[in-house]
T-cell receptor
């Protein structure tokens, strides 16, 4: 089954404790992206990657890092989480064709206390 | 400064009637627009899209209309079904598709 998986689905952590949210896709997609969803703001793009070793900032990259060492994986790293990063996070992927739809993962609910 | 705006946080429609969800954008460089649907505890799923060279795209019960001069697009669902109850996000991108800008979403409730 074609899918985007994220782990963990739920995470509660404390300020400053480094964490990684993993994202993996099995569709051999070139493009992957991370979003956060907040009430009243919709989804905002954090980072995206057009292919292995090629990443770029979205609209809200501050406080986040990403890496794309393999085509299927695109982890989101929070080096020093803060309460304002409490949010619902989605990973997505698509082919290299700009007009193709993005496939989203199920989401990761992160709470930073 | 939101470049894509969905000014109606929610919409309630009777089953069988038409649902019209609206979206406005400010960036004239956007040339591709998409609608995504989201159920609770799931990721968004693609619904329908439209290129700026068109003014209408239809897929079954779903039709998207684009008015470039007004920087406005709308999603029509006819007839509406209870299973259509979800959050609908409008999104826009420029030619390379790398940055996707979403609106805040509209909650659609279809009453049976």
């Amino acid at each position: 089954e074609a899918q985007v998986t994220q782990n963990p689905r739920y995470l509660i952590t404390v300020t400053g404790k480094k964490l990684t949210v993993t994202c993996s896709q099995n569709m051999n997609h070139e493009y992957m992206s991370w979003y956060r969803q907040d009430p009243g703001l919709g989804l905002r793009q954090i980072y995206y990657s057009m292919n292995v070793e090629v990443t770029d900032k979205g609209d809200v990259p501050e406080g986040y890092k990403v890496s794309r060492k393999e085509k299927r994986n695109f982890p989101l790293i929070l080096e020093s989480p803060s309460p304002n990063q409490t949010s619902l996070y989605f990973c997505a992927s698509r082919t290299g064709t700009a007009s193709d739809e993005q496939y989203f993962g199920p989401g990761t609910r992160l709470t930073v206390t | 400064d939101q470049q894509v705006k969905q000014n109606s946080p929610s919409l309630s429609v009777q089953e069988g009637r038409i649902s019209i969800l609206n979206c406005d954008y400010t960036n004239s460089m956007f040339d591709y627009f998409l609608w995504y649907k989201k159920y609770p505890a799931e990721g968004p799923t693609f619904l329908i899209s439209i290129s700026s060279i068109k003014d209408k795209n239809e897929d079954g019960r779903f039709t998207v209309f684009l008015n470039k001069s007004a920087k406005h697009l709308s999603l029509h669902i006819v007839p509406s079904q209870p299973g259509d109850s979800a959050v609908y996000f409008c999104a826009a991108t420029v030619w390379d598709g790398n940055k996707l800008v979403f609106g805040a979403g509209t909650i659609l409730r279809v009453k049976s």
